[in-house]
C-alpha cells in the first residue's frame, strides 16, 4: 500500500531554513510526481510546489525563490528545501502523491516565529 511520511518539521526564527523530507513506499517512486502542500489553521489546503519524474518542478508564487523541491529516487525522497523562512509560512506541510486518488503523508509542523 502506498505510504508517505514526512519528517523535518520543527520551530524556526523569521529568516530561517529547515529541510523537509517525505520517504514514500508502495508504488514505483521514480516515475511520480509528488506534489508538496500546506494547511495554516483555519484555512484551506495549499498547494507549495510539485515535481516530475524527470525533475522539473513548480512553485507557488508565494513560496517562488525560497523554496525548492528536489528527489532522490534511490531513496524514495522527496525533498523540500525552505529558506528565508516568514511568520505566514507556518503551516502543517504534507506531501502527495496521486494514482486515482490522492494519497497524503500525516503532515510535518513548520512554526515560524521569533
Known amino acids: 500500500q502506498v505510504q508517505l511520511v514526512e519528517s523535518g518539521g520543527g520551530l524556526v526564527h523569521p529568516g530561517g531554513s529547515l529541510r523537509l523530507s517525505c520517504v514514500a513506499s508502495?508504488?514505483?517512486?521514480?516515475?511520480?510526481?509528488m506534489s508538496w502542500y500546506r494547511q495554516a489553521p483555519g484555512i484551506q489546503r495549499e498547494w507549495v510546489g510539485n515535481?516530475?519524474?524527470?525533475?522539473?518542478?513548480g512553485y507557488a508564487d508565494y513560496v517562488k525563490g525560497r523554496f525548492t523541491i528536489s528527489r532522490d529516487n534511490a531513496k524514495n525522497t522527496v525533498y523540500l528545501q525552505m529558506n528565508s523562512l516568514k511568520p505566514e509560512d507556518t503551516a502543517v506541510y504534507y506531501c502527495?502523491?496521486?494514482?486515482?486518488?490522492?494519497?497524503w503523508g500525516q503532515g510535518t509542523q513548520v512554526t515560524v516565529s521569533s
Open positions: 508502495g508504488f514505483i517512486f521514480s516515475s511520480a510526481v
Open positions: 502527495k502523491h496521486y494514482d486515482s486518488h490522492d494519497y
Open positions: 515535481i516530475l519524474s524527470g525533475g522539473t518542478t
